[in-house]
């Protein structure tokens, strides 16, 4: 195996409700390699979500360290945290991943705003990565007139132009039907495969995580590791 | 793709919403300009005043009448140069709903005394050659279709002829004014004209004059010569209370109350009142993208673009609402010069209002869209994805 390009050391996660203490995590340690297609699985708030978040700098630990590709995310703040997750992290989510005001193209060239690029090089890019996803056909389309898988590939597509090592998709085949969670898992897998992408999946769809090359099972911050 | 074409969409993505927005804003920005206008055109019409006029009238009331012999008297004060006399006519055109002011005087003598009235001197020696002859301001003569050569009937309510039958006039003369202080919305006609009509009985009403206009000796300051005129008629048989040109226009003023304060007030409340439509609007919009604000952030997005985009948004709207109202205030000036007539001598919205009115755009486009856009860039990317969902 390679190096490991997420480390879990001592993560700990608590939120306060109601006046109680919830512990989401507690002491996690988990090492994910680079180029891994990693399912995420365990019952509805057992903190598959609140692992992404961690990984990306959406969410602080309480204790503990997340580092990723060997850099302390939660040392990172500000401008600099904003700057490297535009880097580095790709995030679908379970839907309404899309800017409903922007074509899908649009969509696609927003984080490379983020990049010196210039604008035809910007349009390039994102044409390419949503040539990737197969969506060539639909770079005018509003999300409003997307079906749902495509509308999850025009967010995969928009996770990818920039190009980042780690993609974290919370659910991304949720709401769709299985023709389309199946495409969905096909380009995840092809991206992990053939684009050396570190992807990180959170799912509950048992089919998407034979289809993942790890699975990882989640219960009350506690990690049961199953080799598919 | 750039962010101004992400806030010109957002901020049509309910046109609706938008369309209302920029015109609330548009109609108060006019409102604004239009009361603003009103005390900066009342203000110049005394700034403009010419220093080297004087007005005498009765120390009673401006409603009273001065006897006819003054101006004799008057002529012989030290410092006056010339004194003409001016009787408020208060006749009605058809419909006492179109009001506007006459006054009887010296022909001659008010030309002499207004170098602001610009008359074609054809019409000026056709008006002087006519005792039933008149002129009028463009202002007026543009409102009735009035021109040269037409007969106009004015019945008089402080004048009535015997008869009953309306007074009628010729008009000889158009013409325009070159300063803010005289107005293009009044008729001059001959004094002599009523003074005869009362002497022989044909039209009953006070003989005597409203007030004295002199012009000033060079050399010779106001004061001391308004001074020695109320001086002489200290005594009677009428007192009288002269003053400078500007300081009658500003009593005019003054007898509105406070007029300035008050519309003043008016803007002060529109202002906030809009700032507070442009809030509610932003508040509304804010809470619709939480998600999308969200989602920026997960890309790599920092704080400060949120906060770009709120207020870009935000003052895009109200400058374009701005814009239209500004717009409305500078086309309708023509159209309110006309409405206002005498009561205000030449409506007109200033620069520096223009001026105000943008900056005061620029300001609530900022401070409203400010709200939202502290909130936005404070609120945790997971929060906003969470709670947007
Ligand atoms: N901001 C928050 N405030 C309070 N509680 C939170 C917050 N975020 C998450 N939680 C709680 O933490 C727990 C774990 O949440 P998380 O979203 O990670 O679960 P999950 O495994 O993704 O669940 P699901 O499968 O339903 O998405 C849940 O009980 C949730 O209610
Ligand atoms: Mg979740």
């Known amino acids: ?228 | 793709m750039n962010l101004e074409r992400l806030v010109r969409r957002q901020a049509l993505s309910h046109p609706v919403r938008a369309l209302l927005t920029v015109g609330a804003v548009a109609v108060a920005m006019f409102l604004l300009c239009f009361l603003r206008s009103i005390v900066t055109s009342l203000d110049a019409a005394v700034k403009e005043s010419s220093g080297r006029r004087i007005i005498t009238a009765s120390a009673v009331s401006l409603f009273q009448a001065l006897p006819a012999s003054y101006s004799a008297a008057i002529a012989e004060v030290d410092g006056v140069a010339t004194v003409s006399r001016f009787t408020w006519f208060g006749g009605v055109y058809k419909d006492p709903e179109n009001f506007f002011a006459q006054f009887g005087t010296d022909p001659q003598l008010l030309l002499d005394q207004y170098p602001e009235i610009e008359l074609p001197a054809e019409h000026k020696q056709a008006w002087f050659d006519d005792k039933r002859g008149a002129i009028v301001g463009i202002g007026i003569a543009e409102k009735y279709g009035w021109s040269v050569g037409d007969t106009v009937p004015l019945l008089g309510t402080i004048f009535p002829r015997a008869g009953g039958e309306p007074w009628e006039f010729t008009v000889r003369g158009v013409y325009r004014s070159t300063r803010a202080n005289v107005d293009e919305m009044t008729m001059y006609f001959h004094w002599t004209l009523l003074d005869e009509a009362l002497e022989s009985g044909e039209s009953m009403g006070p003989r005597g004059t409203s007030v004295y206009l002199i012009r000033l000796d060079d050399g010779w300051e106001g004061e001391e010569v308004a001074q020695a005129i109320d001086d002489y008629y200290a005594g009677g048989p009428q007192r009288t209370r002269t003053q400078p040109e500007a300081a009658f226009q500003a009593d005019f003023v003054n007898m509105m109350g406070n007029l300035p304060t008050f519309l003043g007030m008016i803007g002060a409340a529109v202002l906030v009142a809009i700032l507070f439509g442009v809030v509610n609007t932003m508040t509304i919009a804010a809470r619709e993208r939480l998600r999308s604000m969200g989602i920026l952030k997960a890309m790599g997005f920092s704080d400060r673009v949120p906060i770009r985009l709120y207020l870009m948004e935000s003052t895009m709207l109200v400058l374009i609402g701005g814009g239209l109202g500004i717009g409305l205030a500078w086309l309708t000036q023509p159209g309110l010069r006309a409405m206002f007539g005498t009561f205000i001598p030449v409506y007109q919205v200033a620069g520096e209002t223009y001026l105000a009115a943008t900056v005061a755009c620029v300001g609530i486009g900022l401070l409203a869209g400010l709200i939202p856009a502290l909130r936005a860039a404070r609120l945790r990317p997971v929060e906003a994805l969470r709670r947007g969902a």
């Not at chain 1, 507690?26 to 090492?31: G, I, T, V």
């Not at chain 1, 600099?80 to 790709?90: D, F, N, V, Y």
């Not at chain 1, 090592?165 to 709401?175: F, K, R």
Request: hydrophobic share 40%; proline share 5%.
């Open chain 1, 1 to 228: 195996m390679g190096d490991p390009v997420i480390q879990f050391r001592g993560v700990t996660k608590s939120y306060r409700k109601g006046g109680q203490e919830l512990v989401v995590l507690d002491h996690l340690d988990m090492d994910i390699e680079a180029g891994e297609f990693l399912a995420l699985m365990g019952p509805s708030g057992s903190g598959k979500s609140t692992i992404l978040n961690l990984v990306g700098g959406l969410d602080l630990p309480d204790a503990g360290d997340v580092i990723v590709g060997g850099v302390s995310v939660p040392a990172l703040g500000g401008d600099e945290l904003s700057t490297w997750r535009a880097r580095h992290i790709g995030y679908v989510f379970q839907a309404f991943n899309l800017l409903p005001v922007l074509t899908a193209l649009e969509n696609v060239e927003l984080p490379l705003l983020l990049t010196p690029l210039k604008k035809a090089a910007r349009r390039e890019q994102a044409r390419y990565a949503l040539e990737i996803v197969g969506l060539a056909d639909r770079l005018d389309h509003r999300p409003k007139q997307l079906s749902g898988g495509q509308e999850q590939r025009v967010a995969i597509a928009r996770a990818i132009a920039m190009d980042p090592t780690i993609l974290l998709c919370d659910e991304p085949t949720g709401d769709l039907d299985r023709d389309s969670a199946d495409q969905v898992l096909d380009l995840l897998g092809r991206l992990s495969a053939e684009y050396g992408k570190t992807v990180v999946m959170v799912t509950h769809d048992q089919k998407a995580g034979e289809d993942a090359r790890r699975v990882i099972h989640l219960d009350k911050g506690v990690i049961a590791p199953v080799d598919a």
